[in-house]
């Protein structure tokens, strides 16, 4: 699926996969059932993270085509391409919530510790969730009202209207979490460790996967439920 796979989305119907490839500056479309590349999206530069909409319609994928990292769309059906975001920062991690209404997404100035931001679509500008000020690898709940994101050494959770952050378990260094229907969120507490997972109300996390010393594994990141909510998938390095 492309060198460096930085992310993965799929239409609602499960037959395609969008696969961000950071290296080839591409979005290949990935036929599910015949587990083949159909066609590629050309994202111009830095594809790092794709998301679909949740209407089918829409791929979203970060690039750096305006000079900074900001969050790019692209209509399936006429192949059009707009921004979706335009700070005066480098845009990082981003997710769209599973309503389809809401970008959230870290950013931050060179050198300074991104914090969270969400933006609804069609409005013209974002703005930063209070208490969020530092965040890394937001995803959202399934009933899009709460974000989960990492931050001094923990995984935490917040709901972007309002309300204080909510402490779900320790995570030293996360590198990306996926929240189901069941309320179980399956995360990569640090960047050299095996996927775990926990209650979204907190708890005690337990092993979800297992390192293979045979195939030179060190980590497991990144990952993202299938459209069943109950398997899924992640970056093994």
Known sequence: VGDRPRGIGFLPDGSRA???????DL?????VAKQEIVTRIKAASRSNG???HPDGKRVFFASTRSGSAQVWQVDLASGQQTQATSLPMDVGAFVLSPDGRTLAFTAGKAGAQPGLWVRTLGSPAAH???GA???SFPFWSPDSRFIGYFTGGSLKKIDPSGGPA????????GVGGAWNRDGTIVFAPTPTSPLFRVSSSGGKPEPATRLDASLHVTSHRYPVFLPDGRHFLYIAA
């Open 50 to 52: 794709v998301v679909v």
């Open 166 to 173: 909510l402490t779900i378990c320790d995570a030293a260094r």
């Open 27 to 31: 979005v290949n479309v990935v036929d």
């Open 133 to 135: 000020e530092e965040a």
């Open 18 to 24: 969008y696969v961000a490839a950071e290296n080839a």
């Open 128 to 130: 930063p969730v209070v």
